[in-house]
């Protein structure tokens, strides 16, 4: 597989600080093209919530610089999996001990990716979105929100949910939790496009604009990667979206 990947963020209308990171390493290790693609929200009603998120940026990428290479020789996304739950679990208890001795609450969701020739891991804490586009708009990751929960359980409906004054309550986020459980998936790369996003962008956005903008024949190189999704961006933002807005995509060939 081949890649093109491109990131896109912006502060939104009323926020005073960007909390969204975002992470893309490229590169060949062995011969092997690889791509690790991140999205971070940090909490928009938390303390630092920027602190938190750059922080698990800046660990994960030194992992693919100092870690990913002794990964390939014995390949396992299993493995990897395994290992990016595990430090996600760590940078949880970091996080926690860090802001517990500052007095202050700080959390981030975690949203990432990682492209090994045709194969891919992801790893997944929070409300942020991992996306394959095709034929249609398909959520790979679940989102760990109350609403969420209720909807897994019939308890509401998705009418109410789009309403509901809890649709960003989190169930757990890095840093703000006790514990993190993150959802972990493998599976084998397929043509067409992978969208991270934060929830800043797809409240306003609908999946058919997504569709449209961000399918695989629209998206025909990396300058049209980036207009496309900065329009989609602008949208969002006329359209009344407060919180800050950040969209990954990546294009696999």
């Keep these: ?3 093109i990947a491109t990131a896109d963020t912006d502060i939104g209308i009323s926020k005073k600080t960007n909390q969204d990171s975002v992470l893309v390493k490229h590169g060949m290790v062995d011969g092997v093209e690889v791509l690790m693609a991140i999205v971070c929200d940090g909490m928009g009603g938390l303390s630092k919530g920027e602190v938190a998120s750059a922080t698990v940026i800046k660990r994960f990428s030194r992992w693919f610089d100092e870690e990913l290479p002794y990964e390939i020789d014995n390949l ?48 997944h804490v929070g409300d942020t979105r991992l996306y394959r586009i095709s034929d249609g708009m398909f959520q790979m990751t679940e989102d760990h929100t109350f609403i969420a929960r209720e909807l897994k359980k019939g308890t509401i409906t998705p009418e109410q949910a789009k309403t509901d004054k809890r649709r960003n309550l989190l169930l757990q986020c890095v840093g703000a939790s006790d514990k993190v459980d993150p959802q972990t998936i493998v599976g084998r790369a397929l043509q067409g496009v992978y969208m991270i996003c934060s929830d800043g962008f797809r409240h306003e956005v609908m999946p058919n604009e997504m569709l449209g903008y961000l399918n695989y024949g629209a998206l025909v190189d990396k300058e049209t990667m980036h207009r496309n999704g900065r329009y989609l961006i602008e949208v969002a933002k006329q359209r009344g979206e407060k919180d800050n807005i950040s969209v990954l995509l990546i294009k696999a060939d």
């Design 1 to 3: 597989m081949r890649f």
């Design 76 to 123: 396992s996304m299993s493995i990897i999996g395994a290992k990016w739950a595990l430090l996600l679990k760590e940078l949880n208890s970091d996080i926690f001990l860090y802001a517990s001795r500052q007095g202050i609450t700080m959390g981030t969701t975690f949203t990432g990716i990682l492209f090994v020739d045709d194969q891919y891991v992801v790893a």
